[in-house]
């Protein structure tokens, strides 16, 4: 029935020339894995699929040797054809190289945009960064085509609600280049109602933003544990897992404060899978608490993070509370669910918690306090609340609603009907 649909849908509109344009893609880390997951899905689905992005070099700054020294790259990825454009490296450590980076993609990128043939009738850009969009509305008027704008995070409001950046005369005139850019695109794709529901209030029409959720790949519904815990030394430990971007987002410091208070708890043990700019405050905090019962594992292969997932008995995720986190629904909360693991989420309101409710339940905490979060440890470890109950419903809701080839049809279905319009 599905390759009937497929077929009917290329009768009526033909296959389609897209241009995506996105500064980061694998072999990158992160949630853009998004994008070249529905990439291959529209290249499955009969069209031709390009994709404008930047030499590979987040989170470390460093780029691989098969990128490196080079102004423009071409390769071609399950069927995706990508073009790479010269960008500064920066780390995540970096913020102002970072910055800088950004500005050299969308000059280097419309640079070497002349060099996809073969003409476009639909272009998506990917924000943030803010530079991306401004380079989707240029090329968008050279190949006279329609222009999406997919908005993963609403800058620079969400740096302004974190602290990275101070509330000026610049971030005011980044908001309104933000506001103009999403008056002129044809169509507005948000990852979550929350950022669907905050372009409405802001005066765009309703039937032009059309939310697409990111969905979690086949890899995380269907992984095991794959030695995991031999392999680190975990065995016999009830171990609580975060894996993410140890950021200035997460409020990833309420963690190392629950395992300060269940230290004397030797079976518990708090392990943070990734990098970012708040390690180094974390592994000050263990160091100066004497803490033996926290461990961190670094950046691990993006084809691991599955195993990891499925060795815990419970996974974790915080945001600051903050405004702009009330509509946030990470990537990575879908990978949780798919792990069937019970989560417990760092904040009583917003989206991710609505749909940890829709899902089967959510054990919630106040962000800022690690005494309800040892609480519902200590509840999960001891079967008061059951967890393998909590962790098959969340499978099951997110290999239901949430399988990345249901949004990814959804996407499409989009495209289709802006493409004929």
Request: glycine share 8%; proline share 6%; net charge positive.
């Amino acid at each position: 029935m599905w390759k009937a649909a497929k077929v009917v849908r290329l009768a009526i509109c033909g296959p389609m020339k897209i241009l995506i344009i996105t500064q980061h893609f694998p072999p990158e880390r992160g949630a853009v894995r998004r994008l070249f997951e529905f990439a291959r899905y529209f290249v499955r689905s009969g069209h031709t699929v390009s994709v404008l992005t930047a030499m590979p070099n987040y989170p470390d700054g460093i780029v691989p040797p098969k990128y490196r020294g080079k102004f423009f790259h071409y390769e071609q990825m399950d069927g995706v054809r990508v073009y790479r454009s010269w960008v500064l490296p920066a780390s995540n450590y970096q913020p102002k190289k970072r910055m800088l980076g950004f500005l050299t993609f969308l000059f280097s990128a419309v640079v070497n945009s002349r060099r996809i043939k073969g003409g476009v009738d639909l272009l998506i850009a990917s924000s943030p960064p803010v530079t991306t969009p401004v380079i989707g509305m240029i090329l968008s008027k050279f190949y006279r085509c329609k222009f999406v704008l997919e908005i993963r995070d609403l800058q620079p409001e969400s740096s302004e609600d974190f602290g990275n950046l101070n509330r000026s005369l610049f971030t005011r005139s980044l908001k309104r280049l933000m506001h103009y850019l999403y008056r002129k695109a044809d169509a507005l794709v948000p990852v979550t109602q929350g950022i669907a529901d905050y372009l409405r209030t802001i005066g765009l029409p309703p039937e032009k933003v059309m939310p697409v959720k990111s969905g979690v790949s086949h890899e995380f519904i269907s992984a095991d544990s794959n030695g995991i815990r031999k392999h680190f030394g975990l065995e016999g430990k009830f171990l609580v897992l975060y894996s993410g971007t140890l950021g200035w987002a997460h409020s990833l410091e309420t963690f190392i404060e629950a395992a300060r208070q269940l230290n004397d708890q030797p079976d518990i043990y708090f392990a943070f899978i990734g990098d970012g700019q708040k390690r180094g405050v974390l592994e000050g905090m263990v160091r100066d608490y004497g803490l033996k019962n926290v461990g961190f594992f670094g950046l691990q292969p993006l084809d691991t993070i599955p195993y990891f997932l499925q060795s815990a008995d419970v996974l974790v995720h915080s945001m600051k509370d903050v405004p702009v986190t009330k509509g946030s629904l990470p990537t990575k909360l879908f990978e949780y669910m798919a792990s069937g693991k019970p989560i417990i989420y760092g904040s009583l309101e917003g989206e991710a918690v609505e749909e940890l409710e829709k899902a089967g339940g959510a054990l919630a905490f106040r962000a800022d306090d690690p005494g309800r979060l040892c609480e519902l440890i200590l509840k999960l470890r001891s079967g008061e609340i059951d967890g393998g109950y909590l962790g098959r419903k969340y499978h099951e809701h997110v290999t239901r609603h949430h399988c990345r080839e249901i949004w990814a049809d959804r996407y499409l279905m989009l495209l289709n009907k802006l493409h004929s319009a």
